[in-house]
Each structure stands twice: as structure tokens, then as C-alpha cells.
Nanobody, 112 residues
Framework: QVQLVESGGGLVQPGGSLILSCTASGFKISGYDMGWYRQAPGNEREMVARISTLGGTYYKDSVKGRFTVSRDNAKNMLYLQMNALKSEDTAVYYC??????WGQGTQVTVSS
């Protein structure tokens, strides 16, 4: 069955970096657009970054220039490189295979 498992979250100071990984199983990501979403306490889940099957990318305005989404079809994995992290990036980050296959999420906390 389709399964998505995120990893790489943690506590980081403002200005720091993290790389999130999403390990997919039960399907080949090469055939799907994929996405990263996040949800902060009290907020709705929001799109952070998307990547198409051809590698085209789209980002939420507030993360442009700081975050980079990538995919490794051979490893069946999705990544999110996050640089220059801010406190407002604190959230649970989720991997999505549209329309509705979600991972369990990984917590990212940006705090000094």
C-alpha cells in the first residue's frame, strides 16, 4: 500500500538549516507530482513546495530563496532543503502524494 515516511525534523536555531526526507513505498514517485506541506498549531495546513514529475518546482512566497524541493526517483525519495530558518517556519511538515496520501509528519522547531 502507499506509504510516506518523513524524517529529518528537529530543533534548530534561527538562521540554521535542516533537510527533510520523505521515503515513499507502495508506488513510484516518478509517476507523480509531489509536495511538502506544513501545519503550525492553530493554523490550517499549507503548501510549502511542490515538484512536478518533470522537476518543475513551486514554492510558497515566504520560503522562496530559502527552501529547495528535490526528488530522487531512483531512491523513491523526496527532499526539502531548508536554509535560513525562521521561527515562523516552526510546524509539523508533511509529505503529500496528491490527492490525499499523507505521511505522519515530522516536527520542525526553530528557536533559540
Amino acid at each position: 500500500q502507499v506509504q510516506l515516511v518523513e524524517s529529518g525534523g528537529g530543533l534548530v536555531q534561527p538562521g540554521g538549516s535542516l533537510i527533510l526526507s520523505c521515503t515513499a513505498s507502495g508506488f513510484k514517485i516518478s509517476g507523480y507530482d509531489m509536495g511538502w506541506y506544513r501545519q503550525a498549531p492553530g493554523n490550517e495546513r499549507e503548501m510549502v513546495a511542490r515538484i512536478s514529475t518533470l522537476g518543475g518546482t513551486y514554492y510558497k512566497d515566504s520560503v522562496k530563496g530559502r527552501f529547495t524541493v528535490s526528488r530522487d526517483n531512483a531512491k523513491n525519495m523526496l527532499y526539502l532543503q531548508m536554509n535560513a530558518l525562521k521561527s515562523e517556519d516552526t510546524a509539523v511538515y508533511y509529505c503529500l502524494r496528491p490527492p490525499n496520501y499523507w505521511g505522519q509528519g515530522t516536527q520542525v522547531t526553530v528557536s533559540s
